[in-house]
């Protein structure tokens, strides 16, 4: 009978104990539920904007462009941020922002980009603005910027052409020689609609930004940025701006030729059909034309004579030609292999045409004519005892042997690169 009492009572208390348990679950489930409804409120309720400064000793013009962007932000109504990428300032500028409000970011590593990209990892808005110090750009400009972003716009870039440059706020050589140039080239190599790829003021979408995976630290990182949203075909508006002198008490940390070459290397490095596709085509096919004038007998132009040395020129030119045609494809191969360039539907299409057979068939085809002309060269060697020969008669022969020789096996090589990096299809 105790047995029955013991266990009589131990049911009725797990009757007891279930409900109290179910409850407890129940508000822990509930109060998971809100924690994550409020951390949802706090992503929504969030900045839409934040406006990302690099800095470097910048103490004598930080304070005014921070209370600039803090009143625009406030005048137009716009729930933002300003975020300091800090990049080792030793006069003061991380006190001074953080006594104004705005967050600081320490980035330790050098360099424009490095700072930019430790700010914009730091942000939290859904737009970022980026800008400068030296209280040259018009911070009253951000509606502008944001209103594309809002349209639908992932890069908005800022036109100081187009907006006005102040007397005295661009050195002469930026403004009718550096940055028209640069950006001409950018628009002929990349097809970019742009008319300032350099202007440091410019927004974005967070997640575009993300897309582009930009890699460069130095003054480069703006020119990456327009060339990367181009290819990836994002959506890219202008806007007026303006520029005014700079306001810093001492030299900018720009430096004319050292980053004009760093922009103009990373456009070239980027875009291979410029750089070697297509002076490598030229340099192969006029070789070609040469030496195909030049073999059946001497050339005589108002009074010169062109012959075998001509010719031997004429042959090296033509395989030049080819490395830099092989070089700019194996740079195109390792850029989107690499994730630097995207994919390229015309590039795929080729790589399905280049198979390791029709490289090895044309490769062989090369090989078959050199050494077949090679044999016939020493045939006549031998008819002549393998004494002297004509050497303006022989070289028309060796010369194009040993250059088909040459090409073939530089086509097989390139071939077995191709099908090892996967690209053979087929």
Same mark, same amino acid.
């Given at each position: 009978? $105790? +047995?029955?009492?013991?266990?009589?009572?131990? =049911?009725? %208390?797990?009757?007891?104990?279930?409900? #109290?348990?179910?409850? /407890?679950?129940?508000?822990?489930?509930?109060?998971?539920?809100?924690?994550?409804?409020?951390?949802?409120?706090?992503?929504?309720?969030?900045?839409?904007?934040?406006?990302?400064?690099?800095?470097?000793?910048?103490?004598?013009?930080?304070?005014?462009?921070?209370?600039?962007?803090?009143?625009?932000?406030?005048?137009?109504?716009?729930?933002?941020?300003?975020?300091?990428?800090?990049?080792?300032?030793?006069?003061?500028?991380?006190?001074?922002?953080?006594?104004?409000?705005?967050?600081?970011?320490?980035?330790?590593?050098?360099?424009?980009?490095?700072?930019?990209?430790?700010?914009?990892?730091?942000?939290?808005?859904?737009?970022?603005?980026?800008?400068?110090?030296?209280?040259?750009?018009?911070?009253?400009?951000?509606?502008?910027?944001?209103?594309?972003?809002? $349209? +639908?716009?992932?890069?908005?870039?800022?036109? =100081?052409? %187009?907006?006005?440059?102040?007397?005295? #706020?661009?050195?002469? /050589?930026?403004?009718?020689?550096?940055?028209?140039?640069?950006?001409?080239?950018?628009?002929?190599?990349?097809?970019?609609?742009?008319?300032?790829?350099?202007?440091?003021?410019?927004?974005?979408?967070?997640?575009?930004?993300?897309?582009?995976?930009?890699?460069?630290?130095?003054?480069?990182?703006?020119?990456?940025?327009?060339?990367?949203?181009?290819?990836?075909?994002?959506?890219?508006?202008?806007?007026?701006?303006?520029?005014?002198?700079?306001?810093?008490?001492?030299?900018?940390?720009?430096?004319?030729?050292?980053?004009?070459?760093?922009?103009?290397?990373?456009?070239?490095?980027?875009?291979?059909?410029?750089?070697?596709?297509?002076?490598?085509?030229?340099?192969?096919?006029?070789?070609?034309?040469?030496?195909?004038?030049?073999?059946?007998?001497?050339?005589?132009?108002?009074?010169?004579?062109?012959?075998?040395?001509?010719?031997?020129?004429?042959?090296?030119?033509?395989?030049?030609?080819?490395?830099?045609?092989?070089?700019?494809?194996?740079?195109?191969?390792?850029?989107?292999?690499?994730?630097?360039?995207?994919?390229?539907?015309?590039?795929?299409?080729?790589?399905?045409?280049?198979?390791?057979?029709?490289?090895?068939?044309?490769?062989?085809?090369?090989?078959?004519?050199?050494?077949?002309?090679?044999?016939?060269?020493?045939?006549?060697?031998?008819?002549?005892?393998?004494?002297?020969?004509?050497?303006?008669?022989?070289?028309?022969?060796?010369?194009?042997?040993?250059?088909?020789?040459?090409?073939?096996?530089?086509?097989?090589?390139?071939?077995?690169?191709?099908?090892?990096?996967?690209?053979?299809?087929?």
């Amino acid at each position: 009978m $105790q +047995g029955v009492t013991i266990l009589l009572t131990a =049911r009725r %208390q797990r009757k007891r104990i279930r409900p #109290a348990v179910m409850s /407890l679950a129940s508000s822990a489930i509930s109060a998971e539920g809100q924690t994550e409804k409020a951390v949802t409120a706090v992503e929504v309720n969030g900045p839409e904007l934040s406006v990302v400064l690099p800095c470097l000793n910048e103490a004598g013009t930080l304070a005014a462009c921070i209370e600039k962007i803090q009143r625009a932000l406030r005048e137009n109504d716009v729930n933002g941020e300003v975020i300091i990428a800090d990049n080792g300032s030793s006069d003061g500028s991380p006190q001074i922002a953080a006594a104004l409000g705005a967050q600081v970011v320490h980035v330790p590593e050098k360099g424009y980009g490095s700072a930019l990209m430790g700010g914009i990892a730091a942000a939290r808005g859904q737009y970022i603005l980026m800008g400068d110090c030296d209280d040259t750009y018009d911070f009253a400009h951000i509606p502008r910027f944001l209103s594309k972003l809002r $349209q +639908g716009d992932d890069l908005v870039m800022g036109n =100081r052409f %187009q907006g006005g440059i102040a007397p005295g #706020a661009m050195p002469p /050589l930026h403004r009718y020689l550096g940055n028209p140039v640069l950006s001409f080239l950018g628009r002929v190599f990349f097809r970019a609609q742009c008319g300032d790829f350099h202007c440091g003021l410019r927004a974005f979408r967070k997640t575009a930004y993300q897309r582009l995976g930009l890699r460069t630290t130095g003054m480069e990182f703006a020119s990456e940025m327009v060339v990367k949203a181009t290819l990836m075909g994002l959506r890219v508006a202008e806007v007026p701006t303006t520029l005014s002198p700079d306001r810093r008490n001492r030299p900018p940390h720009l430096r004319t030729w050292r980053d004009g070459w760093r922009h103009l290397r990373f456009m070239l490095l980027y875009s291979p059909r410029w750089l070697f596709l297509y002076p490598g085509v030229v340099t192969m096919l006029g070789g070609a034309a040469v030496a195909a004038w030049l073999l059946p007998q001497p050339r005589v132009v108002h009074g010169v004579t062109f012959d075998v040395h001509t010719l031997l020129y004429a042959m090296v030119a033509v395989l030049i030609g080819f490395q830099a045609v092989a070089f700019a494809v194996f740079t195109k191969v390792y850029g989107m292999t690499h994730g630097l360039l995207p994919p390229d539907p015309q590039a795929d299409r080729l790589f399905d045409m280049v198979t390791l057979e029709s490289g090895l068939a044309v490769g062989a085809a090369l090989i078959l004519v050199g050494v077949s002309s090679s044999i016939y060269a020493v045939h006549v060697w031998g008819v002549h005892n393998f004494g002297p020969l004509d050497t303006s008669v022989m070289l028309r022969t060796v010369v194009p042997s040993v250059t088909a020789l040459t090409l073939g096996c530089q086509v097989v090589l390139f071939s077995f690169f191709l099908s090892i990096l996967g690209l053979d299809r087929k």
